[in-house]
Every structure is written in structure tokens, then in C-alpha cells.
């Protein structure tokens, strides 16, 4: 149930009860109002009566008075009996009647007034009672309807930004959400301050992956230049090694930067999805077996297209094991080997750079599935990494269509 849907039907349940418990104090006050007056009439018609029997030894036609009268209550005829005067509310030859007794000379003296009028009064009362009761509910209801909704529209609006947000937009703000200062009103104001603060802290982290980045370009170009002039030898090997992987760390650093800051947009161009796989597969020198269906026409960046595809090709030859192999179906290209498979961190919570899962997945530092990611995103490509049932790891490429009316190259 939505919070909206709770709060009306609490609304609503407590708009009930207090109705509830006004009519039956509004009934109970007029029931005993009623009653109290008809007492008063019913005994002032006895003493009336009572008169008139003592001063002239007969009872007078008015009020039902009657002696012994047979349809006289048990209890208020015991009560006569034993020389006493009262009133109750009791059934009567035509409907309901108040009665009236007192002993007199050994017999039973009674009047009786009709109550007929008063239980229609009652009841008139009741139906207002229980009519406007009704409307009252209905009222609040609705009232209190509205009043959720607002809130949960603005809780919507909410999620809704926060979700955008999750998703990477951290420009995304959810706004003042009305005039009102309320919870609502702050918790957006916390989250839209969050949002600023991950912001700037992320812009921060960017900035100095780019500077040092850039910093460390120029002094590892300088320094694999003079590994070139040191003397043949394992020890050169081992510099000249370790210096190209410094240098491409570094590029890869300064690639990652660019496609956080979104610095470069995609030049996109429908081309044949065949030859264009094939082009670079030969280009990355991938010993794999290819199932390529050349007619289809996809439309994409060819240079962001090859970064993808060549990192998860190296992905696949670094961690995995062979065969490797490589299909594409319609617009759908598959990449597998036959290794131990994506790490379980990775498949929940994708790619993080400098982090490369599972001991047995062997070295790296994390940036070409990073990588090949953010350039999978820049392109409108949907990467979904997975691990093949009958084992090895499986990143899965969906390509877009190509755009109707645009002319190929």
C-alpha cells in the first residue's frame, strides 16, 4: 500500500470512529432528553389524575388512566403494589408509551403517554446526525486525499531525482518542492545538498586524476626515450618493460579523466558491423573464433567502438582462458573465454578502476573495463557483463540501429 493510499485510509478510519462516537453521544443526549421529558409529563399527568380520583372517586378520560389495566407492566404494577409511584418506558396497546403508576385503596392507578412523536423526533435526529456524519468523512476524506497526495507527489518528485541521481546525473536537483517548509521540504534540501557536495568532491578527484596524469606524461616520455639509448641487456629489457607500462597506465589515466568530464563527443556513422569487428580483432591480434554476420548495419563511433571491443578482447586474454570467441548476432556482439568468469563484485556492482576482483583473475589495475565502459555509454551501447552458464566470462554488447534517412560513409 502507498503512503498516499495509508494515509487516506487512516484518514478515513479515524474520521469514522469520531463520527461514530459523536452520533452515539448525540443519540444517547437525545434518547435521555426525550425520556426525562416524557417522565415529567407522564408522573404530572398521575398527580393530575390522582387529584381528580381523590376528590371525586372516579378517574377522569384524559391521559389513558386506567385502573388494574391489564396491559400494565409486571415490574411497574409491583411497584404500585407496594404503595409506590414510578414511571418506565414500556410497550403499550399501539406502540411504545410511557406509564405511570401509583397504589391507591388496593388498586393500581395508571397513565400512560404516547412516546410515538418522541421516537420520531429521535430518529429525524438520528438521520441528520448519521447524513451529516457522512459528509463530514467525506469531507475529511477527500480533504486528507489531497493533502497525501501533495505529499506523495512530492516524495515522488523526490525518488525520482535521487534515482537520476544514483544513475550518475549528479547535476540533477530536486528544487524548493513548494512553498512549504516542512519534512518534505528538508529532506529534499538534504539530498539536493548531498548531490552539490558529490559533485564537487567527484569534480575534485577528477581534477587530480588529470593533473597528475598530465604531470607524469611528459618526465615517463623523457625517460622511455633514454631507456632506448641504455646498452642492450636483461636489465634494459626490464626498464624499457616497466616504463611502457607506466606510460600506458598513464594514458589510460588521462582516458578515464577525459571520459568522466565528458570532454569528446562521439562522431557516429552507420557502417557494417562484419568488416568492421574483423578490422579490429586484426588490429589487436586476437587469436579468437569469429561468427560475424556481415550484413548488418549499426550505427556508431568506429574509433570509441574499437576500444571497447580491444579491451574486452584483453580483458578476456589477460584473466580468461582460450578459446575465445567472438559472435555477433544482428546487432548483439558477444565476447567469451573460457576462464573462471567475471568476480561476483563486478557483476553487482560493475567496473571499478584500480580494482581487479578476484586473486585468481591474475594483475591490472582495472581501467580497461572502466574504460571500455565509458565509451560504451559515450556510443549509446548497452555493456552487460555476465558469466556463461557452462562457465567463463561473457560481456554482451547491444549496438544501435542505424538512424533512417542518414546516408552512410
Known sequence: MTLRRQIAAVIALVSCLVALAVGALVHQASVRQHTDQARKSAMAALDAALTGYDATGELGAGWHAAADDPALPAELRRLAERGRQGSVLGPGPRGTVIWA?????????????????????????????????????AVTVLAGVLAADRISSRLRTAARTARTIARGDLDARIGPLGRARDEVAELAAAVDSMSAALRSKLAGEQRFTADVAHELRTPLTG???????????????????????????????????????GAETPDL???????????????????????????????????????????????????????????????????????????????????????????????????????????????????????????????TLHLPAPVAGRSRP
Open 101 to 137: 403508576v401509583a397504589g391507591t385503596d388496593g388498586r393500581v392507578l395508571s397513565v400512560r403517554i404516547d412516546y410515538a412523536d418522541d421516537e420520531r423526533a429521535i430518529a429525524d435526529l438520528d438521520r441528520a446526525v448519521a447524513i451529516g456524519a457522512a459528509l463530514s468523512v
Open 269 to 395: 556513422s552507420d557502417l557494417p558491423l562484419g568488416p568492421l569487428l574483423t578490422r579490429i580483432l586484426t588490429a589487436a591480434g586476437a587469436e579468437a573464433e569469429l561468427r560475424i554476420d556481415s550484413a548488418t548495419v549499426v550505427t556508431t563511433d568506429p574509433r570509441r567502438l574499437d576500444r571497447v571491443v580491444a579491451n574486452l578482447v584483453a580483458n578476456a586474454q589477460r584473466h580468461g582462458r582460450p578459446p575465445l570467441l567472438i559472435a555477433a548476432d544482428g546487432a548483439t556482439v558477444t565476447i567469451r573465454d573460457h576462464g573462471p568468469g567475471y568476480p561476483e563484485e563486478v557483476l553487482r556492482e560493475g567496473p571499478q578502476r584500480f580494482r581487479t576482483g578476484a586473486r585468481e583473475r591474475g594483475g591490472g589495475h582495472g581501467l580497461g573495463l572502466t574504460i571500455a565502459q565509458g565509451h560504451a555509454e559515450a556510443i549509446g551501447v548497452e555493456l552487460r557483463l555476465s558469466n556463461h552458464p557452462d562457465g567463463g566470462a561473457l560481456a
Open 223 to 261: 625517460l622511455l626515450t633514454a631507456s632506448e639509448l641504455l646498452p642492450p641487456g636483461r636489465p634494459t629489457e626490464l626498464v624499457r618493460d616497466r616504463v611502457r607500462a607506466l606510460r600506458d597506465l598513464t594514458e589510460d589515466l588521462l582516458e578515464v579523466s577525459r571520459l568522466d568530464a
